[in-house]
Structures are given as structure tokens and as C-alpha cells.
């Protein structure tokens, strides 16, 4: 099993940047795919990005290719989330997810392992 919490979300205006980090607990995080999605009030929950075990593929949802990376650092037991240019669309509160698996996944149902969230909001 593994625990995830994620941290970094915050209030920012339109145009700025932020990054959303998630730890995990456990030995075995490098054995896991790593995904962030987020839930807008009254919306459902999106893919954002995911990330593979070794941090060489990544998919990304169109809506925020070109502004968003997500890495990760094996060593630290921790996926990022570096968002930049963001527009207030973008706010909803960001969910870190972990499926033991090698393939890059990226539905909600993919994932077994989620964190509590972490609210991100973007003023115009």
C-alpha cells in the first residue's frame, strides 16, 4: 500500500505559477505510475498528467499541455506538479493518485491509491 499527501496549493492570480508536490510513504513508490487530477466545485474529477515509474513517459490532458509538467524524483519518494501560466479555470483542488503498474494510465478508475487534495485558486 501506499499513502500520499500533497501539498503546494495555494491562491495565486491569473498569469502565475505554482508547484503541487506529493509524498509517498512506502519503499516501493518507483513501482508505481503516478497521475494529478483535479475535481472543479460541481464538476467531476479530470485528468490533469501522469508520469511513469522511471519518470520517462508522461501524457498530459490537452487543456494544459505547454503549461504544466509533472516529474517526479524517485529518491524523495515524491511526483510534482509545476504549474505555470495558470487562468482561472485551472482552479479546483488537486488530487495525487498512484496504480502499481507499468503502463501510463489516465481515467480516474485506473487509479487505486489517492490523496486528500490540495485546493488551488486562480483569480483573474
Known amino acids: 500500500q501506499v499513502q500520499l499527501v500533497e501539498s503546494g496549493g495555494g491562491l495565486v492570480q491569473a498569469g502565475g505559477s505554482l508547484r503541487l508536490s506529493c509524498a509517498a510513504s512506502?519503499?516501493?513508490?518507483?513501482?508505481?505510475?503516478m497521475g494529478w487530477f483535479r475535481q472543479a466545485s460541481g464538476k467531476e474529477r479530470e485528468f490533469v498528467a501522469a508520469?511513469?515509474?522511471?519518470?520517462?513517459?508522461?501524457k498530459y490532458a490537452d487543456s494544459v499541455k505547454g503549461r504544466f509538467t509533472i516529474s517526479r524524483d524517485n529518491a524523495k519518494n515524491t511526483v510534482y506538479l509545476q504549474m505555470n501560466s495558470l487562468k482561472p479555470e485551472d482552479t479546483a483542488v488537486y488530487y495525487c493518485?498512484?496504480?502499481?503498474?507499468?503502463?501510463?494510465?489516465?481515467?480516474?478508475?485506473?487509479?487505486?491509491?489517492w490523496g486528500q487534495g490540495t485546493q488551488v485558486t486562480v483569480s483573474s
Open positions: 512506502g519503499r516501493t513508490f518507483s513501482r508505481y505510475t
Open positions: 508520469i511513469s515509474r522511471s519518470g520517462g513517459n508522461t
Open positions: 493518485a498512484a496504480r502499481d503498474t507499468a503502463v501510463v494510465v489516465i481515467r480516474t478508475y485506473d487509479y487505486n491509491y
